[in-house]
């Protein structure tokens, strides 16, 4: 099991790595956070969690930096950034990496792994992972946390042989468990994003183009049919892709977004405040894997075609 005593650095503190960073500080660990337009106010008033599942967190005497080159060698890097910026990514990660760091990307999409893993060293272990997760960020260094706030991994890449994939993978796991985090190892990343996507891929851009968040769309019969379909297109394109999925995952999916409180993702957030949104990742990649299996994506590719419009035309 990993030891409290292991360093962890956090790249991207927003919703994501805010939270994950506060609950393991607040679990003992040794976490340090890359900050860029948040730095003065998280130094000053630390970072704040108002959690419906936590209650309220605040972690006030924040290890915060302004640069990668300034934070102590980490024995883990938790990316919490977005996906739109992996291409300034690599060189933080080298200076904040330890010998043999863990690296773990907590995005989505497809492809993340990869885009990142050519521009590392040798030595680094990547690792994937899936946020389940309903949270942003409200204000400097302030996260609300609506629901869930599970995070599974799975290894892609790095030096380390199968035995001791795994046992990275469950020194990850035991560490968010004992942060109050659920936890659990994905037996197969590649099909794991898959289906992280049979999610991500209609209530992201449809939150930005209806302007509604999950309660609105899941209501109306006409959002409610579209949203299945492009789940339904998302399950297809896996298969194609050699990763099927469950046959109940759509049905098991819209179920529990019929029980979350109204939530919106965040492309709607990035969209709001004029940051880019992240296309490539959520869209590009998986409509790409999926023409090359020969596989049509309809209404996928018509969402990802008004969503480059918006982005063309954002202010």
């Known amino acids: 099991m990993t030891a409290p005593k292991s ?27 890359l900050l860029r337009s948040e730095y003065e106010t998280v130094l000053h008033n630390g970072l704040q969690i108002n959690s419906a599942v936590h209650g309220s967190v605040h972690l006030d005497s924040v290890q915060a930096y302004r640069t990668a080159a300034q934070m102590p060698k980490c024995d883990w890097l938790l990316i919490g950034a977005k996906s739109t910026s992996n291409s300034e990514l690599a060189p933080l990660i080298a200076e904040a990496a330890a010998n043999n760091a863990k690296v773990v990307v907590l995005q989505n999409g497809l492809g993340v792994e990869e885009s990142l ?13 899936l946020c389940f997760i309903c949270a942003h960020r409200s204000a400097l260094g302030v996260v609300e946390h609506q629901a869930l706030g599970g995070v599974n991994l799975g290894y892609h890449s790095g030096p380390a042989g199968e ?3 795994q046992r990275l993978v469950n020194d990850g796991v035991a560490m968010f468990r004992a942060a109050g985090v659920d936890s659990n190892p994905a037996v197969n990343l590649a099909q794991a994003r898959w289906q992280k996507l049979v999610w991500n891929l209609p209530y992201n851009g449809l939150s930005v183009l209806l302007d509604a968040g999950t309660a609105p769309l899941m209501a109306n019969p006409d959002s409610r049919a579209l949203v299945r379909s492009i789940m339904l297109e998302a399950c297809g394109a896996a298969a194609a892709c050699g990763q099927p999925l469950p046959d109940a995952v759509v049905d098991r999916m819209m179920m529990f977004t019929d029980n979350i409180p109204n939530y919106l993702p965040s492309m709607y957030h990035d969209h709001a405040q004029g940051r880019p949104m992240e296309l490539e990742a959520i869209y590009a990649a998986p409509l790409a894997a999926a023409a090359e299996a020969g596989f049509v994506m309809p209404k996928t590719e018509a969402l990802y075609q008004a969503l480059r419009f918006l982005s063309a035309h954002a202010h």
């Open 163 to 165: 035995a001791d994939q």
């Open 7 to 33: 360093r962890i650095g956090i790249i991207g503190t927003g919703a994501i790595g805010g939270f994950y960073g506060v609950m393991l500080a607040r679990a003992g660990y040794d976490v340090h956070f």
């Open 117 to 129: 893993r050519q521009a590392l060293s040798d030595d680094v272990h990547l690792l994937g992972g």
